[in-house]
C-alpha cells in the first residue's frame, strides 16, 4: 500500500461520507423514512468505517481502470455502486428488518448507485489531476 492509494481512500471516504448526508439526511430523508427503519441515531466510529471501506474499494477499482475525469470516473463509480447495492440492499431486505418493503431496497439500491456514481467521479478526478 503505497501514500497514493491512502490519499485516494481518504478522498473517497470523505466524498462517500458528505455525499451520504446530503441524499440521506437532508435531501430525501423524509422520503425514505417511509421504507426504511432508520430511528436509531447513526454509530460515527462505524459510519467512519465503513466510509473508509467504501473509499478504499472505489480508490482501487479506479486505480486499477483508467477512468481520470469527471464522467469516466461517474461510469465506473455507478456500475461499482449498482452492483455493489443489488447484492447488499437485497441481501439486508432478505435478512434483516431495515426495509419496510422491496420499495425500500430499490429505492436504497437507486441511491447508492448515484452516490457511488458521484464519489467515483471524484476519486477519478482527484487521480487524474495534474
Known sequence: MDSKFVVNTLVGAVAFFFLGYLIYELALGDVLSGYMDASAEP??????????????????????????????????????????????????????????????????TLLESVRFALAGSIVA????RG
Open 43 to 108: 454509530v460515527m466510529w462505524a459510519l467512519t468505517v465503513s466510509q473508509l471501506g467504501l473509499g478504499a474499494l472505489m480508490a482501487t477499482v479506479i486505480g486499477a481502470g483508467s477512468a481520470r475525469d469527471f464522467a469516466s470516473g461517474a461510469k465506473a463509480g455507478f456500475m461499482l455502486g449498482l452492483m455493489y447495492s443489488v447484492a447488499v440492499m437485497f441481501d439486508l431486505l432478505g435478512t434483516q428488518d431495515i426495509f419496510s418493503s422491496t420499495m425500500g431496497a430499490v429505492w436504497a
Open 125 to 128: 478526478w482527484w487521480m487524474g
